[in-house]
Protein backbone atom coordinates (compact mmCIF):
# COMPACT_ATOMS: atom_id res chain seq x y z
CA UNK A 1 0.00 0.00 0.00
CA UNK A 2 1.48 3.42 -0.96
CA UNK A 3 -0.04 6.51 0.65
CA UNK A 4 0.58 10.02 0.02
CA UNK A 5 0.03 13.40 1.80
CA UNK A 6 1.52 15.60 -0.90
CA UNK A 7 -1.24 16.58 -3.17
CA UNK A 8 1.58 17.68 -5.88
CA UNK A 9 3.22 14.59 -4.81
CA UNK A 10 0.14 12.60 -5.87
CA UNK A 11 -0.61 14.18 -8.71
CA UNK A 12 2.63 13.52 -10.72
CA UNK A 13 2.88 9.60 -8.99
CA UNK A 14 -0.44 8.95 -10.39
CA UNK A 15 0.42 10.25 -13.75
CA UNK A 16 3.66 7.89 -13.45
CA UNK A 17 2.24 5.00 -12.04
CA UNK A 18 -1.43 5.50 -14.87
CA UNK A 19 1.06 4.68 -17.73
CA UNK A 20 3.28 1.21 -16.10
CA UNK A 21 -0.76 0.07 -15.71
CA UNK A 22 -0.80 0.55 -12.13
CA UNK A 23 -3.49 3.13 -10.29
CA UNK A 24 -5.38 4.61 -7.67
CA UNK A 25 -8.66 3.73 -6.87
CA UNK A 26 -9.96 5.20 -3.78
CA UNK A 27 -11.67 8.45 -5.47
CA UNK A 28 -14.00 9.34 -8.33
CA UNK A 29 -11.14 9.54 -10.80
CA UNK A 30 -8.16 11.73 -11.48
CA UNK A 31 -10.43 14.77 -10.82
CA UNK A 32 -12.72 14.13 -8.44
CA UNK A 33 -9.29 13.01 -6.49
CA UNK A 34 -7.94 16.20 -6.72
CA UNK A 35 -10.70 18.17 -5.60
CA UNK A 36 -11.44 15.64 -2.67
CA UNK A 37 -9.82 16.54 0.78
CA UNK A 38 -10.61 13.01 2.02
CA UNK A 39 -8.63 11.76 -0.64
CA UNK A 40 -5.15 13.86 -0.29
CA UNK A 41 -4.42 12.05 2.56
CA UNK A 42 -4.99 7.96 1.80
CA UNK A 43 -4.87 6.89 -1.67
CA UNK A 44 -5.05 2.69 -2.30
CA UNK A 45 -3.07 1.32 -5.16
CA UNK A 46 -4.64 -1.75 -7.01
CA UNK A 47 -2.43 -3.39 -9.80
CA UNK A 48 -4.94 -4.44 -12.66
CA UNK A 49 -3.34 -5.62 -16.44
CA UNK A 50 -4.47 -2.44 -18.11
CA UNK A 51 -5.53 1.55 -17.43
CA UNK A 52 -6.88 2.14 -20.61
CA UNK A 53 -10.76 3.05 -20.50
CA UNK A 54 -12.19 -0.53 -22.21
CA UNK A 55 -13.83 0.40 -25.69
CA UNK A 56 -17.17 -1.54 -24.30
CA UNK A 57 -17.43 1.35 -22.04
CA UNK A 58 -18.15 3.68 -25.07
CA UNK A 59 -21.68 1.95 -25.04
CA UNK A 60 -24.18 3.52 -22.23
CA UNK A 61 -25.10 1.40 -20.23
CA UNK A 62 -28.18 2.11 -17.71
CA UNK A 63 -27.53 1.60 -13.72
CA UNK A 64 -24.64 1.94 -11.74
CA UNK A 65 -23.70 -1.44 -10.19
CA UNK A 66 -22.51 -3.89 -12.60
CA UNK A 67 -20.63 -2.45 -15.28
CA UNK A 68 -17.94 -3.37 -17.52
CA UNK A 69 -14.84 -3.02 -15.72
CA UNK A 70 -14.85 0.28 -13.74
CA UNK A 71 -11.84 0.00 -11.44
CA UNK A 72 -9.48 3.13 -11.97
CA UNK A 73 -9.95 6.72 -12.71
CA UNK A 74 -9.53 6.66 -16.21
CA UNK A 75 -12.63 4.23 -16.66
CA UNK A 76 -14.74 6.20 -14.06
CA UNK A 77 -14.57 9.51 -15.58
CA UNK A 78 -16.74 9.13 -19.42
CA UNK A 79 -14.28 10.42 -22.40
CA UNK A 80 -14.78 13.47 -24.37
CA UNK A 81 -17.49 14.43 -25.34
CA UNK A 82 -19.76 13.81 -22.02
CA UNK A 83 -22.08 15.32 -20.44
CA UNK A 84 -20.98 18.13 -19.58
CA UNK A 85 -18.87 19.30 -17.14
CA UNK A 86 -20.84 18.41 -14.25
CA UNK A 87 -17.96 17.37 -11.86
CA UNK A 88 -18.02 14.52 -9.54
CA UNK A 89 -21.39 13.57 -10.61
CA UNK A 90 -19.64 12.39 -14.23
CA UNK A 91 -18.54 9.46 -12.25
CA UNK A 92 -19.00 5.99 -13.48
CA UNK A 93 -21.34 6.05 -16.26
CA UNK A 94 -22.46 9.68 -15.26
CA UNK A 95 -26.08 8.89 -14.19
CA UNK A 96 -25.79 10.60 -11.05
CA UNK A 97 -25.92 14.17 -13.18
CA UNK A 98 -29.16 13.20 -14.07
CA UNK A 99 -29.31 12.97 -17.80
CA UNK A 100 -29.08 9.45 -18.40
CA UNK A 101 -25.86 6.93 -18.77
CA UNK A 102 -22.80 7.97 -20.97
CA UNK A 103 -19.95 6.19 -22.78
CA UNK A 104 -18.55 7.86 -25.84
CA UNK A 105 -21.87 8.90 -26.71
CA UNK A 106 -24.82 8.93 -24.35
CA UNK A 107 -28.16 7.41 -24.38
CA UNK A 108 -29.72 11.03 -24.46
CA UNK A 109 -27.51 12.75 -27.42
CA UNK A 110 -28.42 16.27 -26.05
CA UNK A 111 -26.82 15.74 -23.16
CA UNK A 112 -23.22 15.24 -24.98
CA UNK A 113 -20.79 18.00 -24.79
CA UNK A 114 -18.63 18.53 -27.77
CA UNK A 115 -17.21 21.86 -26.81
CA UNK A 116 -13.59 20.71 -26.71
CA UNK A 117 -13.24 20.04 -30.41
CA UNK A 118 -13.30 23.41 -30.96
CA UNK A 119 -9.78 23.08 -31.14
CA UNK A 120 -9.62 20.78 -33.64
CA UNK A 121 -6.42 19.58 -33.02
CA UNK A 122 -8.28 17.33 -30.73
CA UNK A 123 -9.88 15.73 -33.45
CA UNK A 124 -9.28 12.33 -33.70
CA UNK A 125 -12.60 10.26 -35.19
CA UNK A 126 -14.04 10.10 -39.25
CA UNK A 127 -17.21 11.88 -37.38
CA UNK A 128 -15.52 14.72 -35.12
CA UNK A 129 -15.94 17.37 -38.05
CA UNK A 130 -19.74 16.53 -37.91
CA UNK A 131 -19.99 17.48 -33.58
CA UNK A 132 -18.56 20.99 -33.86
CA UNK A 133 -18.99 22.89 -36.66
CA UNK A 134 -18.50 26.69 -36.14
CA UNK A 135 -21.12 29.40 -36.94
CA UNK A 136 -19.37 32.45 -36.66
CA UNK A 137 -15.46 33.40 -36.53
CA UNK A 138 -14.92 33.36 -32.98
CA UNK A 139 -16.68 29.72 -32.24
CA UNK A 140 -19.08 30.57 -29.90
CA UNK A 141 -22.10 29.54 -32.12
CA UNK A 142 -22.08 25.96 -33.51
CA UNK A 143 -23.77 23.15 -33.84
CA UNK A 144 -23.88 19.48 -33.01
CA UNK A 145 -25.18 16.70 -35.50
CA UNK A 146 -26.24 12.93 -34.12
CA UNK A 147 -27.58 10.31 -35.24
CA UNK A 148 -28.65 6.41 -34.32
CA UNK A 149 -29.79 3.37 -36.30
CA UNK A 150 -30.38 0.57 -35.25
CA UNK A 151 -31.36 -3.37 -36.60
CA UNK A 152 -33.30 -5.05 -33.97
CA UNK A 153 -34.32 -8.70 -34.72
CA UNK A 154 -36.09 -11.51 -32.26
CA UNK A 155 -37.48 -15.05 -31.65
CA UNK A 156 -40.17 -15.89 -29.06
CA UNK A 157 -40.87 -19.29 -29.16
CA UNK A 158 -43.97 -18.85 -26.41
CA UNK A 159 -44.60 -15.06 -25.82
CA UNK A 160 -46.16 -13.82 -22.96
CA UNK A 161 -46.42 -16.91 -21.35
CA UNK A 162 -48.11 -18.46 -24.74
CA UNK A 163 -50.69 -15.88 -23.94
CA UNK A 164 -50.12 -14.15 -27.03
CA UNK A 165 -51.09 -16.69 -29.29
CA UNK A 166 -48.29 -16.34 -31.64
CA UNK A 167 -46.01 -18.96 -31.05
CA UNK A 168 -42.71 -19.10 -32.96
CA UNK A 169 -42.60 -15.60 -33.54
CA UNK A 170 -39.79 -13.07 -35.55
CA UNK A 171 -39.61 -10.06 -35.61
CA UNK A 172 -37.66 -7.18 -37.04
CA UNK A 173 -37.56 -3.87 -36.38
CA UNK A 174 -35.82 -0.99 -37.90
CA UNK A 175 -35.02 2.69 -36.11
CA UNK A 176 -33.69 5.93 -37.15
CA UNK A 177 -32.35 9.02 -35.17
CA UNK A 178 -31.19 12.33 -36.33
CA UNK A 179 -30.19 15.49 -34.24
CA UNK A 180 -29.27 19.07 -34.36
CA UNK A 181 -27.96 20.59 -31.71
CA UNK A 182 -27.30 24.53 -31.96
CA UNK A 183 -25.69 26.41 -29.07
CA UNK A 184 -25.47 30.19 -29.20
CA UNK A 185 -22.93 30.82 -27.08
CA UNK A 186 -22.77 29.36 -23.48
CA UNK A 187 -25.83 29.81 -22.18
CA UNK A 188 -28.29 29.37 -24.81
CA UNK A 189 -28.81 26.26 -27.12
CA UNK A 190 -31.87 24.53 -28.91
CA UNK A 191 -31.79 21.05 -29.71
CA UNK A 192 -34.03 19.22 -32.35
CA UNK A 193 -34.41 15.19 -33.09
CA UNK A 194 -36.27 13.31 -35.94
CA UNK A 195 -37.50 9.57 -35.52
CA UNK A 196 -38.57 6.74 -38.09
CA UNK A 197 -39.11 3.26 -37.32
CA UNK A 198 -40.54 0.04 -38.81
CA UNK A 199 -41.32 -3.63 -38.40
CA UNK A 200 -42.12 -6.63 -39.80
CA UNK A 201 -41.64 -10.42 -39.66
CA UNK A 202 -43.26 -13.47 -39.17
CA UNK A 203 -46.31 -14.53 -36.87
CA UNK A 204 -45.30 -10.54 -35.24
CA UNK A 205 -48.12 -9.58 -33.35
CA UNK A 206 -48.24 -5.80 -30.95
CA UNK A 207 -47.20 -3.76 -33.96
CA UNK A 208 -48.45 -0.74 -33.13
CA UNK A 209 -47.04 3.07 -32.72
CA UNK A 210 -44.50 1.93 -30.45
CA UNK A 211 -43.14 0.01 -33.08
CA UNK A 212 -43.91 1.82 -36.50
CA UNK A 213 -43.48 5.51 -36.81
CA UNK A 214 -43.18 8.08 -39.61
CA UNK A 215 -41.19 10.90 -40.15
CA UNK A 216 -41.69 13.03 -36.75
CA UNK A 217 -40.34 15.22 -34.20
CA UNK A 218 -38.83 13.21 -31.44
CA UNK A 219 -37.74 16.19 -29.30
CA UNK A 220 -37.30 19.82 -30.25
CA UNK A 221 -36.78 22.43 -27.07
CA UNK A 222 -34.61 25.08 -25.92
CA UNK A 223 -32.32 25.25 -23.28
CA UNK A 224 -31.13 28.29 -20.85
CA UNK A 225 -28.22 27.79 -19.05
CA UNK A 226 -26.54 30.02 -16.23
CA UNK A 227 -24.89 29.96 -13.19
CA UNK A 228 -26.66 31.06 -10.00
CA UNK A 229 -26.08 31.28 -6.06
CA UNK A 230 -22.78 29.25 -7.20
CA UNK A 231 -24.51 26.48 -8.94
CA UNK A 232 -24.79 25.50 -12.81
CA UNK A 233 -28.33 25.75 -13.37
CA UNK A 234 -30.69 25.20 -16.08
CA UNK A 235 -34.10 25.46 -17.66
CA UNK A 236 -35.45 23.25 -20.51
CA UNK A 237 -38.41 23.78 -22.12
CA UNK A 238 -40.28 21.87 -24.83
CA UNK A 239 -40.33 18.43 -26.09
CA UNK A 240 -37.74 16.01 -24.82
CA UNK A 241 -36.05 12.77 -22.83
CA UNK A 242 -36.39 12.35 -19.19
CA UNK A 243 -33.68 9.89 -17.66
CA UNK A 244 -33.48 11.55 -13.91
CA UNK A 245 -34.80 8.40 -12.05
CA UNK A 246 -33.73 5.29 -11.14
CA UNK A 247 -34.04 3.01 -14.19
CA UNK A 248 -35.99 0.34 -12.92
CA UNK A 249 -38.38 2.96 -11.83
CA UNK A 250 -38.69 5.08 -14.95
CA UNK A 251 -36.53 4.77 -18.88
CA UNK A 252 -36.73 5.51 -22.33
CA UNK A 253 -38.36 2.48 -23.79
CA UNK A 254 -35.52 1.11 -25.40
CA UNK A 255 -36.90 -2.19 -26.55
CA UNK A 256 -39.51 -0.60 -29.19
CA UNK A 257 -38.64 1.33 -31.80
CA UNK A 258 -39.90 4.68 -30.69
CA UNK A 259 -38.69 5.97 -27.14
CA UNK A 260 -40.45 7.95 -24.34
CA UNK A 261 -40.86 11.46 -25.02
CA UNK A 262 -42.55 14.31 -22.67
CA UNK A 263 -43.73 17.55 -23.25
CA UNK A 264 -42.81 20.57 -20.57
CA UNK A 265 -40.40 22.23 -18.53
CA UNK A 266 -37.57 21.17 -16.40
CA UNK A 267 -35.21 23.04 -14.26
CA UNK A 268 -31.90 21.94 -12.56
CA UNK A 269 -29.25 23.44 -10.59
CA UNK A 270 -25.77 21.16 -9.28
CA UNK A 271 -23.16 22.42 -6.99
CA UNK A 272 -20.47 20.29 -6.43
CA UNK A 273 -21.67 18.21 -3.85
CA UNK A 274 -25.36 17.86 -4.40
CA UNK A 275 -28.00 18.96 -7.11
CA UNK A 276 -31.71 19.52 -7.58
CA UNK A 277 -33.99 18.96 -10.49
CA UNK A 278 -38.11 19.52 -11.24
CA UNK A 279 -40.13 19.08 -13.89
CA UNK A 280 -43.65 18.94 -15.25
CA UNK A 281 -44.40 17.31 -18.09
CA UNK A 282 -47.07 15.11 -19.84
CA UNK A 283 -46.33 12.48 -22.52
CA UNK A 284 -46.03 12.89 -26.83
CA UNK A 285 -49.10 10.90 -28.31
CA UNK A 286 -47.36 8.56 -30.79
CA UNK A 287 -50.68 7.17 -32.02
CA UNK A 288 -51.09 9.18 -35.13
CA UNK A 289 -49.79 7.13 -38.75
CA UNK A 290 -49.18 10.89 -40.45
CA UNK A 291 -46.04 12.30 -40.53
CA UNK A 292 -45.06 15.41 -38.25
CA UNK A 293 -48.78 14.34 -36.13
CA UNK A 294 -47.42 13.80 -33.15
CA UNK A 295 -49.30 15.99 -30.28
CA UNK A 296 -49.84 15.93 -26.66
CA UNK A 297 -51.30 13.56 -24.36
CA UNK A 298 -52.79 15.86 -21.73
CA UNK A 299 -54.24 12.43 -19.78
CA UNK A 300 -50.64 11.03 -18.92
CA UNK A 301 -48.91 13.38 -17.13
CA UNK A 302 -45.00 12.63 -15.00
CA UNK A 303 -44.06 15.81 -12.20
CA UNK A 304 -41.52 15.70 -9.07
CA UNK A 305 -38.23 16.36 -7.97
CA UNK A 306 -35.44 14.54 -7.05
CA UNK A 307 -32.03 15.73 -5.15
CA UNK A 308 -28.61 13.58 -5.14
CA UNK A 309 -26.18 14.21 -3.02
CA UNK A 310 -22.24 13.16 -2.87
CA UNK A 311 -21.65 11.05 0.06
CA UNK A 312 -18.42 11.28 1.94
CA UNK A 313 -15.93 8.99 0.80
CA UNK A 314 -15.41 5.92 3.44
CA UNK A 315 -13.90 2.98 3.63
CA UNK A 316 -14.93 -0.70 3.44
CA UNK A 317 -11.50 -2.74 4.76
CA UNK A 318 -8.56 -1.25 2.89
CA UNK A 319 -10.45 0.24 -0.22
CA UNK A 320 -12.50 3.77 0.05
CA UNK A 321 -15.76 3.48 -1.76
CA UNK A 322 -17.63 6.56 -4.03
CA UNK A 323 -21.37 6.82 -3.12
CA UNK A 324 -24.19 8.77 -3.98
CA UNK A 325 -27.96 9.20 -2.60
CA UNK A 326 -30.79 10.34 -4.44
CA UNK A 327 -34.09 11.47 -3.06
CA UNK A 328 -36.93 12.10 -4.95
CA UNK A 329 -40.86 12.11 -5.12
CA UNK A 330 -42.07 11.13 -9.13
CA UNK A 331 -45.78 11.65 -9.55
CA UNK A 332 -47.87 9.82 -12.46
CA UNK A 333 -50.80 9.59 -14.01
CA UNK A 334 -51.72 7.59 -17.13
CA UNK A 335 -54.76 4.92 -18.18
CA UNK A 336 -52.66 2.45 -19.95
CA UNK A 337 -53.30 -1.89 -19.25
CA UNK A 338 -51.61 -1.41 -15.97
CA UNK A 339 -53.82 1.01 -14.81
CA UNK A 340 -56.60 -1.77 -13.65
CA UNK A 341 -58.07 -4.06 -11.51
CA UNK A 342 -57.61 -8.22 -12.01
CA UNK A 343 -61.01 -10.15 -11.93
CA UNK A 344 -62.08 -13.41 -12.25
CA UNK A 345 -63.91 -12.40 -15.29
CA UNK A 346 -61.71 -9.50 -16.83
CA UNK A 347 -59.76 -6.47 -15.50
CA UNK A 348 -61.48 -3.52 -14.32
CA UNK A 349 -59.97 0.00 -16.46
CA UNK A 350 -59.59 3.54 -14.92
CA UNK A 351 -57.59 6.27 -13.98
CA UNK A 352 -54.97 5.41 -11.93
CA UNK A 353 -52.61 8.71 -10.35
CA UNK A 354 -49.52 7.83 -8.50
CA UNK A 355 -46.92 9.47 -5.88
CA UNK A 356 -43.56 7.56 -5.58
CA UNK A 357 -41.74 8.47 -2.56
CA UNK A 358 -38.38 7.06 -2.23
CA UNK A 359 -34.92 7.07 -2.17
CA UNK A 360 -31.64 4.89 -3.71
CA UNK A 361 -28.05 4.67 -2.10
CA UNK A 362 -25.42 3.31 -4.82
CA UNK A 363 -21.57 3.09 -4.89
CA UNK A 364 -18.61 1.79 -5.59
CA UNK A 365 -14.64 0.92 -4.97
CA UNK A 366 -12.14 -1.43 -6.83
CA UNK A 367 -13.92 -4.22 -5.05
CA UNK A 368 -17.18 -3.85 -3.91
CA UNK A 369 -20.20 -2.30 -5.80
CA UNK A 370 -23.94 -1.76 -4.47
CA UNK A 371 -27.29 0.33 -4.92
CA UNK A 372 -29.99 0.46 -2.59
CA UNK A 373 -33.31 1.62 -2.91
CA UNK A 374 -36.91 1.79 -1.81
CA UNK A 375 -40.28 3.38 -3.01
CA UNK A 376 -43.55 4.36 -1.24
CA UNK A 377 -46.12 4.45 -3.56
CA UNK A 378 -49.60 5.94 -2.40
CA UNK A 379 -52.55 7.56 -4.56
CA UNK A 380 -55.63 6.81 -6.41
CA UNK A 381 -57.64 4.58 -9.01
CA UNK A 382 -60.84 5.86 -10.24
CA UNK A 383 -63.03 3.54 -12.18
CA UNK A 384 -64.30 4.56 -15.65
CA UNK A 385 -67.22 6.17 -15.99
CA UNK A 386 -67.99 6.72 -12.44
CA UNK A 387 -66.55 8.61 -9.70
CA UNK A 388 -65.84 5.66 -7.76
CA UNK A 389 -62.13 5.81 -5.91
CA UNK A 390 -59.74 3.66 -4.44
CA UNK A 391 -56.45 4.43 -2.12
CA UNK A 392 -52.72 2.72 -3.71
CA UNK A 393 -50.92 1.49 -0.90
CA UNK A 394 -48.21 0.06 -2.48
CA UNK A 395 -44.39 -0.71 -2.13
CA UNK A 396 -41.24 -1.96 -3.63
CA UNK A 397 -37.67 -2.70 -2.79
CA UNK A 398 -34.71 -2.86 -5.07
CA UNK A 399 -30.73 -4.22 -4.39
CA UNK A 400 -27.88 -5.45 -6.01
CA UNK A 401 -24.63 -6.22 -4.35
CA UNK A 402 -21.39 -7.73 -5.47
CA UNK A 403 -17.80 -8.10 -6.02
CA UNK A 404 -15.30 -7.39 -8.57
CA UNK A 405 -11.67 -9.34 -8.11
CA UNK A 406 -10.08 -6.45 -9.85
CA UNK A 407 -6.93 -8.57 -10.13
CA UNK A 408 -8.01 -11.20 -12.73
CA UNK A 409 -7.39 -10.56 -16.76
CA UNK A 410 -11.30 -11.61 -16.51
CA UNK A 411 -12.53 -8.57 -14.51
CA UNK A 412 -15.39 -10.87 -13.08
CA UNK A 413 -18.11 -8.92 -10.84
CA UNK A 414 -20.12 -11.25 -9.17
CA UNK A 415 -23.12 -10.20 -7.24
CA UNK A 416 -26.88 -10.94 -6.30
CA UNK A 417 -29.98 -9.21 -7.23
CA UNK A 418 -32.93 -8.51 -5.32
CA UNK A 419 -36.21 -6.99 -6.09
CA UNK A 420 -40.02 -6.66 -4.48
CA UNK A 421 -42.63 -4.98 -5.71
CA UNK A 422 -45.80 -5.38 -3.49
CA UNK A 423 -49.05 -7.30 -4.69
CA UNK A 424 -52.62 -7.57 -3.16
CA UNK A 425 -56.13 -8.98 -4.34
CA UNK A 426 -56.99 -5.32 -4.95
CA UNK A 427 -60.52 -5.76 -5.51
CA UNK A 428 -63.42 -3.38 -5.95
CA UNK A 429 -63.24 -2.10 -2.49
CA UNK A 430 -60.32 -1.50 -0.01
CA UNK A 431 -56.47 -0.27 -0.76
CA UNK A 432 -54.59 -1.17 -4.01
CA UNK A 433 -51.49 -2.83 -2.87
CA UNK A 434 -50.20 -3.65 -5.71
CA UNK A 435 -47.15 -2.06 -7.30
CA UNK A 436 -46.92 -0.78 -10.80
CA UNK A 437 -44.01 0.91 -12.99
CA UNK A 438 -46.32 2.31 -16.05
CA UNK A 439 -43.37 3.96 -18.27
CA UNK A 440 -40.78 1.65 -19.39
CA UNK A 441 -38.27 0.56 -16.48
CA UNK A 442 -35.27 -0.42 -18.27
CA UNK A 443 -35.75 -3.48 -20.31
CA UNK A 444 -32.89 -6.02 -19.21
CA UNK A 445 -33.25 -4.81 -15.27
CA UNK A 446 -35.35 -7.84 -14.36
CA UNK A 447 -34.65 -10.30 -17.14
CA UNK A 448 -34.07 -10.16 -20.78
CA UNK A 449 -37.87 -11.59 -21.81
CA UNK A 450 -39.78 -8.87 -19.94
CA UNK A 451 -42.67 -11.25 -19.93
CA UNK A 452 -43.26 -10.38 -15.98
CA UNK A 453 -43.53 -7.09 -15.24
CA UNK A 454 -42.42 -5.13 -11.43
CA UNK A 455 -46.09 -6.15 -10.11
CA UNK A 456 -46.54 -8.34 -6.92
CA UNK A 457 -43.38 -10.20 -7.38
CA UNK A 458 -40.56 -11.62 -5.18
CA UNK A 459 -37.35 -12.06 -7.67
CA UNK A 460 -34.29 -12.99 -6.73
CA UNK A 461 -30.82 -13.71 -9.29
CA UNK A 462 -27.06 -14.49 -8.98
CA UNK A 463 -25.66 -12.04 -11.46
CA UNK A 464 -22.01 -12.87 -13.53
CA UNK A 465 -20.30 -10.51 -15.61
CA UNK A 466 -16.59 -10.94 -16.92
CA UNK A 467 -14.57 -8.29 -19.70
CA UNK A 468 -11.78 -9.95 -20.37
CA UNK A 469 -8.35 -8.02 -21.59
CA UNK A 470 -8.68 -4.81 -22.57
CA UNK A 471 -12.50 -4.93 -22.63
CA UNK A 472 -13.71 -5.03 -26.08
CA UNK A 473 -16.44 -7.02 -25.92
CA UNK A 474 -18.11 -8.27 -22.09
CA UNK A 475 -20.75 -11.12 -21.70
CA UNK A 476 -22.98 -11.30 -18.23
CA UNK A 477 -25.24 -14.20 -16.97
CA UNK A 478 -28.49 -14.04 -14.74
CA UNK A 479 -31.09 -16.57 -13.33
CA UNK A 480 -33.93 -14.66 -11.66
CA UNK A 481 -36.10 -16.73 -9.96
CA UNK A 482 -39.28 -15.30 -9.36
CA UNK A 483 -42.57 -15.93 -6.74
CA UNK A 484 -45.75 -13.96 -6.24
CA UNK A 485 -44.83 -11.43 -3.45
CA UNK A 486 -48.82 -11.95 -2.23
CA UNK A 487 -50.09 -15.79 -2.64
CA UNK A 488 -53.56 -14.77 -4.22
CA UNK A 489 -52.84 -11.57 -6.17
CA UNK A 490 -52.69 -11.80 -10.43
CA UNK A 491 -49.12 -12.36 -12.04
CA UNK A 492 -48.65 -9.02 -14.00
CA UNK A 493 -47.07 -8.65 -17.77
CA UNK A 494 -45.73 -4.92 -19.52
CA UNK A 495 -49.17 -5.01 -20.94
CA UNK A 496 -51.83 -5.59 -17.52
CA UNK A 497 -52.43 -8.68 -15.39
CA UNK A 498 -51.99 -12.40 -17.02
CA UNK A 499 -55.36 -13.71 -17.60
CA UNK A 500 -54.72 -17.78 -17.70
CA UNK A 501 -57.43 -20.56 -18.56
CA UNK A 502 -57.42 -22.43 -15.12
CA UNK A 503 -56.78 -20.76 -11.31
CA UNK A 504 -53.07 -20.37 -10.42
CA UNK A 505 -52.73 -21.42 -6.81
CA UNK A 506 -48.86 -21.57 -6.17
CA UNK A 507 -46.76 -19.40 -5.30
CA UNK A 508 -43.24 -19.66 -7.28
CA UNK A 509 -43.58 -18.51 -10.93
CA UNK A 510 -40.01 -19.74 -12.73
CA UNK A 511 -36.81 -19.11 -13.34
CA UNK A 512 -35.22 -17.23 -16.27
CA UNK A 513 -31.82 -18.45 -17.15
CA UNK A 514 -30.06 -15.99 -19.79
CA UNK A 515 -26.98 -14.69 -20.88
CA UNK A 516 -26.00 -11.53 -23.02
CA UNK A 517 -23.17 -10.33 -25.12
CA UNK A 518 -22.07 -7.01 -26.04
CA UNK A 519 -19.34 -6.14 -28.47
CA UNK A 520 -17.62 -2.94 -29.41
CA UNK A 521 -16.65 -3.42 -32.67
CA UNK A 522 -15.37 0.13 -32.75
CA UNK A 523 -16.52 3.40 -31.16
CA UNK A 524 -19.63 3.53 -33.23
CA UNK A 525 -20.59 0.41 -34.19
CA UNK A 526 -22.36 -2.15 -31.12
CA UNK A 527 -23.13 -5.47 -31.31
CA UNK A 528 -25.43 -7.47 -28.43
CA UNK A 529 -26.84 -10.55 -28.42
CA UNK A 530 -29.31 -11.60 -25.41
CA UNK A 531 -30.48 -15.71 -24.89
CA UNK A 532 -33.04 -16.58 -22.33
CA UNK A 533 -35.28 -19.46 -21.42
CA UNK A 534 -38.36 -18.84 -19.28
CA UNK A 535 -39.04 -21.67 -17.50
CA UNK A 536 -42.40 -21.44 -15.79
CA UNK A 537 -43.25 -23.65 -12.40
CA UNK A 538 -45.31 -26.72 -12.73
CA UNK A 539 -48.58 -25.06 -11.60
CA UNK A 540 -48.36 -21.94 -13.30
CA UNK A 541 -48.19 -24.54 -16.46
CA UNK A 542 -51.28 -26.13 -15.07
CA UNK A 543 -52.66 -22.68 -15.01
CA UNK A 544 -52.54 -22.61 -18.71
CA UNK A 545 -49.11 -20.94 -19.06
CA UNK A 546 -46.13 -22.12 -21.62
CA UNK A 547 -42.49 -21.91 -21.10
CA UNK A 548 -39.95 -20.76 -23.95
CA UNK A 549 -37.00 -19.44 -25.29
CA UNK A 550 -36.05 -16.36 -26.38
CA UNK A 551 -33.51 -14.80 -28.39
CA UNK A 552 -32.33 -11.22 -29.23
CA UNK A 553 -29.82 -9.31 -31.34
CA UNK A 554 -29.27 -5.28 -31.78
CA UNK A 555 -26.75 -3.82 -33.90
CA UNK A 556 -26.13 -0.12 -33.41
CA UNK A 557 -24.62 2.71 -35.60
CA UNK A 558 -23.87 5.82 -33.29
CA UNK A 559 -22.39 9.14 -33.89
Not at 474 to 499: C, D, H, L, Q, V
Request: aromatic residues 14%.
Amino acid sequence: MLFFADRSLFKSSLAKWCMCGVVTCGSSGARAASDSENNTHQVEWIHVSSSSRPMVEDFPHAGVVAQPRRVIPSQNIAPQGRQGEWGEFNYGNGEAAGFGPVGRYGVAAWAEDWSYLRDKRNRKDFFDPLKFIALNSQRTIWLTLSGESRLRNWYEENPFLGRSGKANSGRIGVRNLLGADLHLGEHVRFFGQLINGDAGGWKGYGYGSTFRKRLDLQQGFVELKAKMMGAKTGFIFGRQQFLDAPSYILYNRETPNVPLSWNGGRIYALWPKIRFDAYDFVQTNIDSRLMFHNKEDYGTRLYGGSMTGIIPNFSVGRERVHSFLDVFYIRYRYESGLSSLPTQSRPLRGYSSRGNIGFRWYGTSPSVEYSIGAVYQHGDFQHYGTNQKQDVRAWAVNSIVGYRHTASSLHPFLGVQTDVYSGGTDRRDGAIRTYTAPFSPQTNYLDTTTYIAPSNLVSVSPVIRITPGRGRFSIKFKMPFMWRENGTGAIWSSSGPYEFPKMYKGGYIGVVPQASLLFQVNHHLTWQVYGARFMASRQLRAAGAMSGSYFQSNLIFRF
